[in-house]
C-alpha cells in the first residue's frame, strides 16, 4: 500500500512538474507584457512587475493593425475548421467502416503527408495558387490550411468512429431507420466530441500558422496576426520586447477561451454507458 501511495505521489509530483514547464513561457509572456520598459531593461528581472502598466498594450495597437490581423486570422481559422471538419467526417466514416485497400492506403497518405516538411512544398503550392489566381487572398490561404490540416483532421476522426459500437446503427436498423437517419441522428451525435476536438484542432492550427501566411499573403490589409507580430522586431533584429509581449498575449487568448469553453465536451465521454455489455 505505501508503495502504491509512493508511486501516485511521484506520478502527482512529475505531473505537476510537466505543468509548470508547459506554462513558464505564457506566464513570463504575461509579466513582460505589463512591465514598464525599466522593468524590461533590468539586470534583475522579477516575475511580478513593480509598477504594472498598460502602456505596452497601447502602443502595440497604436503601432500595428492588431485588429484587423486578429479579423484576418480568425476568418482563415474558422474556415478552414469547418471546411476540414466537413470533408473529414463522411471520409472518416467509411475508412473506419470499410477497412478495404484503398482505406489502408489513404491511412498509409495521412501519415506519409505529415512528413513533408513545409520548406519542400511551397514552391509547387505557390505555382499552384498563381495558376489558379488565389496568391494574396483569403480563399486562397484557406485551401491551404484546409489540405495542411485534413490529414491529421482525418487521422483523429477516424479514431473516434471506430469507438462507436456499430451495434448501435444495427440497433437503429432493426427500428425501420434507414442509413441516413441512422447517420444523422444515431452517429452524428456520439461523433460530436471527436468532432468539435478535430474543429478545434484546425482552427488553433490555422490560428497559429506563419509560414503559408507569409509566403502567400503580401499586402498589409490581409496579413494574419502571427505575420503582424514579426513587426515588432526592427530591421536589425532587436525587438520591441513590451508591445511585441502585449501583442503575442493577446494573440494567445482566442485558443485558450476556446479551449477552455470546451474541454468538458472533448473529455466527457459521450460513449460511457451506450452499449450494456
Do not use: C
Not at 513533408?116 to 486562397?140: A, C, E, H, T, Y
Not at 448501435?168 to 441522428?185: K, M
Amino acid at each position: 500500500m505505501r508503495t502504491s501511495r509512493t508511486g501516485r505521489a511521484g506520478q502527482y509530483l512529475a505531473l505537476l512538474a510537466y505543468l509548470l514547464f508547459l506554462a513558464f513561457p505564457f506566464l513570463w509572456l504575461i509579466s513582460t507584457a505589463f512591465k514598464p520598459p525599466r522593468e524590461l531593461g533590468s539586470l534583475h528581472p522579477t516575475w511580478i512587475p513593480e509598477d504594472p502598466t498598460l502602456a505596452n498594450f497601447r502602443q502595440a495597437f497604436d503601432e500595428q493593425p492588431l485588429l484587423q490581423a486578429a479579423a484576418n486570422s480568425l476568418i482563415a481559422a474558422l474556415g478552414a475548421a469547418l471546411i476540414a471538419v466537413l470533408l473529414a467526417t463522411p471520409m472518416a466514416y467509411v475508412m473506419a467502416r470499410h477497412r478495404t485497400r484503398l482505406a489502408r492506403a489513404a491511412t498509409g497518405w495521412v501519415v506519409v503527408s505529415q512528413a513533408f516538411p513545409l520548406v519542400l512544398v511551397i514552391i509547387p503550392l505557390f505555382l499552384v495558387l498563381k495558376n489558379l489566381r488565389l496568391i494574396n487572398s483569403m480563399p486562397g490561404l484557406i485551401m491551404v490550411y484546409v489540405v495542411w490540416a485534413l490529414p491529421f483532421a482525418l487521422w483523429m476522426l477516424v479514431g473516434y468512429v471506430r469507438a462507436v459500437p456499430p451495434e448501435l446503427e444495427e440497433a437503429a436498423a432493426v427500428d425501420g431507420a434507414g442509413r441516413l437517419r441512422t447517420l444523422v441522428s444515431v452517429t452524428a451525435p456520439l461523433l460530436a466530441p471527436g468532432i468539435v476536438a478535430t474543429a478545434l484542432f484546425a482552427f488553433v492550427t490555422a490560428w497559429n500558422e506563419f509560414f503559408f501566411a507569409l509566403v502567400l499573403l503580401k499586402t498589409p490589409e490581409k496579413q494574419t496576426l502571427p505575420v503582424v507580430l514579426t513587426h515588432f522586431i526592427g530591421a536589425e533584429g532587436v525587438a520591441d520586447l513590451g508591445p511585441l509581449a502585449a501583442a503575442a498575449f493577446l494573440a494567445t487568448l482566442p485558443s485558450l477561451v476556446v479551449f477552455a469553453v470546451i474541454q468538458r465536451r472533448i473529455t466527457g465521454g459521450m460513449l460511457t454507458g451506450a452499449v450494456k455489455s
